[in-house]
């Protein structure tokens, strides 16, 4: 059974300065958490000037490291994840950005390569990142809002609060007061509920794909017909206007909805 891991990853060599990085997981199994030790480090910064760097959004100390423990839901989900892979020894492009895992039993052999499936561990690794940023509080859970308004001025509105420290999805629904289900809530009372993180996946992945317009963003809640998305910057994009399907061979304003309007029960 493997007792330990690491991920290695470097942005490919393509990614200039100030966005060229590395980081480095080292992590091994308890009881009931998973213990960290996280570095990240950007890359050839030395050429750059100062203005170079924050006229990016970046600062002068961007490198981190932390120490510390998850919770057991991040052990079994790591655990699983290692249990359906399979390693190469060379990666499969070289001009890919580097992924490297290496995982270690309990008797210290090793394995190491890259995962012969590089999509479902690089999306691992990112919620795992995201998890020791919240953990460590340097960034807050990601909120996720939806608002659909009919042209009857009947609306509904979805507030998710995603806590990848935890893996938890805390959603709550609101109606407007023509269109709220009497049985189910008073308008403008939430209906609270927790959803499996499973369930959300699709849309974690669907949602940073759209090309988004904040120039024609609205900072105010809207309350015109349309259909409205705030993926976690307090603005509200609107579908076909401010927020626009990335090409024509794939409908990725049309998931989002469809994924947002299952949660509408």
Known sequence: MVASFEIQYETAASVPAPYAHFYHVKASFGDDHLRM???????????????????????????????????????????RSIEQTNLRAEPANEADAYFKLVFKDEAGNESEGEPTDRAPWEYTAQELVQAVYETAQRERPLHVRYKKVNATGTSHRLSLTLRFSVRRVEVALEWSASGAPPARTQPG????????????????????????????????EPRGPGTFLDHGDGFWYEFGVSVKNPGQKR???????????GLVV
Do not use: C
Request: negative net charge; proline residues 5%.
């Open 37 to 79: 030790d996280y570095q990240l480090r950007y890359l050839d910064r030395d050429a750059l000037t100062e203005e170079e760097i924050t006229g990016e959004g970046f600062t002068l100390a961007d490198d981190f490291s932390w120490h510390g423990t998850l919770p057991a839901v991040w052990a079994t989900e790591i655990r």
């Open 189 to 220: 009372e939430p209906v609270r509920r927790e959803v499996d993180w499973h369930q959300l996946k699709d849309l974690l992945r669907l949602v940073y794909l759209p090309d988004y317009h904040p120039e024609n963003a609205r900072s105010k």
């Open 251 to 261: 409908d990725v304003l049309g998931e989002i909805e469809r994924i947002m309007e």
